[in-house]
């Protein structure tokens, strides 16, 4: 171990600083000996992934658990196999640090003709690509890294974007300086007079309100103020929905959630409250297609009070520079708490009636009933994790328990992001049970990463939906077409053939009665990874995707 400290160990200890355990990727010659480095840190694990692919949405899936995640790969074959997944975290607001080990700095400098370029002498072909998807980009030198490092890193942690640094192979193993200042300092307070100036303007227009309504979306985790979030619902006692990608930012059993709105598709109690709301305080949303059922929401912006990240917005008046957390907090501080009765909030407890469940023990498995059973299955403080597609339609109306996280991505919407990316939530917090729902279509995209559960000794629950091919596209256009139709495999036996021995129990299960047992005996069978196939019907599809994939139709003609 060299005892001279360098450029590189100064890298994976600001990565420390910001709490990562944990490094994703694929060696290759560019970034072995910087490896090394991460290997003899004491406060990091290296986990080697099947590709780069699934490093990214490894570390995706970590920094949404974590708060932060990094991955190394090699220069041009390696980085570009996970450019897919960084775009994703761009998209999504993840923070995730890329970084890509490149050949020596001369050697670009002359425009040798080496190994993983495209042999025009050219290496900053791949850096421009990710300028496209990340928000701060670097290569460092031996005059600039410490200064380049900081920089990046802050970005990462404060813009929740993913950033890019191209360390060549040379550089690493420069001397450097052991970093004297942390790298994070504390936000500075808003001022005074913008806070009044808010509270003055925008509490009038709450408080001559009839029907408020919080609508909150995934920036609330993003930017940690769930508990700001659960402060201003009880202190003025509004009704709150979320949109799909923010489920699970506010606690869906408590009784002022009303339930997940998703435009016209939502219940017909859910969209009147929200639609027709005279005041919406809409916390950290963006409308995207998949979430509204194709734009339908029936509120305008001019009801609508803007909490995001960077400021509220109300109409024509800006207030810039409030954090989110700040926001809500003083909001909850200077409105009056209403009474259910009076805002006719009906949680989303009470807008279905609890019918007895009961196990029809010879029945096929139906979709309907598949949901039925795992909302029950799914207890408190679980991770869930849902893939795009059939998967994440049919948990968006499973009910979650307190602190239950939910991880879906409707905007990038990658099929097989949800198998690596449940790798990454499981390794950022070994104390929660990981809930990973996933099609088959998805799983065959990016299964490998079951290996790296199997060696790390992890214990997701993993549920594969085998309905014979790409519903979501069959729901869509083409329902017996052969480009949706894949291979079917034997689902059940792919932890035997990766490697699993004593680690895992897998199930295969076609009746009610075998899913019951099957989810019985994995409550006592904790200690091992457990792999369930799920087999329904081809077009067998959750009741919301059979109408968005007429919207969805409509909207691509």
């Not at 001397?175 to 100036?197: D, F, G, R, V, Y």
Request: aromatic share 8%; net charge negative.
């Amino acid at each position: 171990m060299s005892t001279t400290y360098t450029v590189g160990r100064y890298l994976v200890d600001r990565l420390g600083e910001l709490g990562i355990r944990h490094i994703f990727g694929v060696p290759g010659d560019y970034n072995l000996s910087f490896l090394d480095t991460i290997i003899e840190h004491p406060g990091l694990e290296w986990v080697g992934n099947c590709n780069e692919l699934n490093a990214a949405y490894a570390a995706d899936g970590y920094a949404r658990i974590h708060g932060i995640a990094a991955l190394v790969t090699t220069f041009g074959v390696g980085e570009l196999s996970a450019v897919n997944g960084i775009a994703g975290s761009r998209a999504e607001q993840v923070p995730v640090v890329k970084i890509t080990g490149s050949p020596a700095s001369k050697i670009a400098e002359e425009g040798r003709l080496v190994h993983h370029t495209l042999g025009d002498g050219s290496f900053d072909h791949f850096s421009k690509m990710y300028k496209e998807v990340t928000a701060a980009q670097t290569t460092l030198t031996g005059a600039n890294a410490m200064e380049e490092i900081d920089r990046v890193l802050r970005i990462c942690w404060y813009e929740k974007a993913p950033v890019y640094i191209n360390l060549p192979v040379d550089i690493h193993a420069l001397p450097a300086k052991q970093p004297t200042e942390p790298l994070l300092k504390e936000e500075p307070l808003a001022p005074i007079n913008s806070i009044n100036q808010m509270l003055e303007t925008l509490i009038p227009v709450i408080e001559k309100a009839k029907s408020p309504v919080i609508l909150a979306d995934y920036q609330v985790s993003r930017f940690h103020a769930e508990g700001a979030l659960k402060k201003l619902a009880e202190a003025t006692g509004f009704p709150i929905a979320t949109l799909s990608m923010g489920k699970g930012v506010f606690n869906e059993e408590h009784p002022q959630f009303i339930g997940v709105y998703s435009g016209k598709t939502s219940s017909d109690y859910l969209r009147n409250r929200v639609d027709n709301a005279d005041c919406i305080l809409s916390v950290g949303v963006r409308l995207t297609d998949s979430i509204t059922s194709g734009f339908s929401q029936g509120f305008t912006d001019n009801s609508i009070i803007h909490i995001s990240p960077e400021g509220v917005n109300y109409r024509e008046i800006k207030f810039s520079n409030l954090s989110m957390e700040e926001t809500l907090n003083q909001l909850a501080g200077g409105l009056k708490k209403r009474d259910a009765q009076s805002l006719n909030i009906i949680p989303v407890t009470m807008q279905q009636k609890e019918e007895p469940f009961y196990v029809a023990e010879d029945h096929t498995l139906t979709q309907k009933r598949f949901w039925e059973m795992v909302r029950l299955f799914i207890q408190k403080n679980d991770v869930v994790i849902a893939d795009q597609g059939t998967s994440f339609f049919g948990a968006q109306s499973v009910p979650l328990k307190e602190n239950v996280t939910y991880v879906g991505q409707p905007l990038w919407g990658s099929i097989g992001y949800t198998l690596p990316a449940t790798l990454g939530t499981q390794l950022a917090d070994l104390s929660r049970r990981n809930i990973l729902l996933i099609g088959d279509g998805a799983f065959q995209l990016t299964f490998q990463e079951i290996s790296t559960m199997l060696r790390e000794n992890l214990h997701p629950i993993i549920f594969v939906i085998n309905n014979d091919g790409y519903t979501v596209e069959r729901s869509i256009h083409g329902p017996e077409a052969p480009y949706n139709d894949i291979k079917m495999w034997r689902y059940a036996d792919i932890p035997s053939v990766l490697g699993g021995y004593r680690n895992f129990k897998s199930y295969k299960t076609t009746t009610e009665g075998e899913l019951a047992d099957a989810l019985k005996d994995m409550a006592q069978s904790q200690d091992v990874l457990r792999f369930v196939e799920v087999v329904t019907q081809k077009m067998d599809m959750p009741e919301l995707l059979t109408v968005l994939g007429k919207i969805f139709a409509a909207q691509n003609d």
